[in-house]
T-cell receptor
Framework: DVKVTQSSRYLVKRTGEKVFLECVQDMDHENMFWYRQDPGLGLRLIYFSYDVKMKEKGDIPEGYSVSREKKERFSLILESASTNQTSMYLC???????????FGPGTRLTVL | AQSVSQHNHHVILSEAASLELGCNYSYGGTVNLFWYVQYPGQHLQLLLKYFSGDPLVKGIKGFEAEFIKSKFSFNLRKPSVQWSDTAEYFCAVTGSGGSNYKLTFGKGTLLTVNP
């Protein structure tokens, strides 16, 4: 079974802090994604990566950056956390093109 | 740009009732369609998917969905719901072929099934 893990289930940070969310997948998937999930808004794509060191902006990249130094790991970075970034963050991965994405359990981030 | 519209924000049913959740999409090309489910406290998982072929697809736990190309729809159905079907359901679309692997999700439908 594909496994996508995220470093924390719950995280509380203060406004202005730099925040790192880590995601690891164990199935040699090429493509990885970061979404945020908010009530009534569904899932919105922040960034995705189709190869090591390659990244593309999703629909809501403002205030976020990403890093992919190794194939299995994809990090989401909040350079200076703000209260409007309080959300559930989901990581996903997929082997090739337009197939099924496998999701991690999510990180619920609260910014105070 | 691709988009997905889910008609119902919250659906409340009694056990054994039939379910149909609406999903319409907008995309200028051939599509792959998905329904994902998120049970309380659990991660998002695939319920069913349509890539090509028979437009009526069957998924896990007795769910099915029908792709109607002329209506740009991919509605989810289940003849008789159970309390354990209480969850949030998301419809999603991506273009088929090439490297178009960006999934676009609808806003979700929360299903509450009362025992």
């Amino acid at each position: 079974d594909v496994k996508v893990t995220q470093s924390s289930r719950y995280l509380v940070k203060r406004t202005g802090e730099k925040v790192f969310l880590e995601c690891v997948q164990d199935m040699d998937h090429e493509n990885m994604f970061w979404y945020r999930q908010d009530p009534g808004l569904g899932l919105r794509l922040i960034y995705f990566s189709y190869d090591v060191k390659m990244k593309e902006k999703g629909d809501i990249p403002e205030g976020y950056s990403v890093s992919r130094e190794k194939k299995e790991r994809f990090s989401l970075i909040l350079e200076s956390a703000s209260t409007n970034q309080t959300s559930m963050y989901l990581c996903a991965s997929i082997y090739g093109g337009a197939g099924e994405q496998f999701f991690g359990p999510g990180t619920r981030l609260t910014v105070l | 740009a691709q988009s997905v519209s889910q008609h119902n924000h919250h659906v409340i049913l009694s056990e054994a009732a039939s379910l149909e959740l609406g999903c319409n999409y907008s995309y200028g090309g051939t599509v792959n369609l998905f329904w994902y489910v998120q049970y309380p406290g659990q991660h998002l998982q695939l319920l069913l998917k349509y890539f090509s072929g028979d437009p009526l697809v069957k998924g896990i736990k007795g769910f099915e969905a029908e792709f109607i190309k002329s209506k740009f729809s991919f509605n989810l159905r289940k003849p008789s719901v159970q309390w354990s079907d209480t969850a949030e359901y998301f419809c999603a679309v991506t273009g088929s072929g090439g490297s178009n692997y960006k999934l676009t999700f609808g806003k979700g439908t929360l299903l509450t099934v009362n025992p």
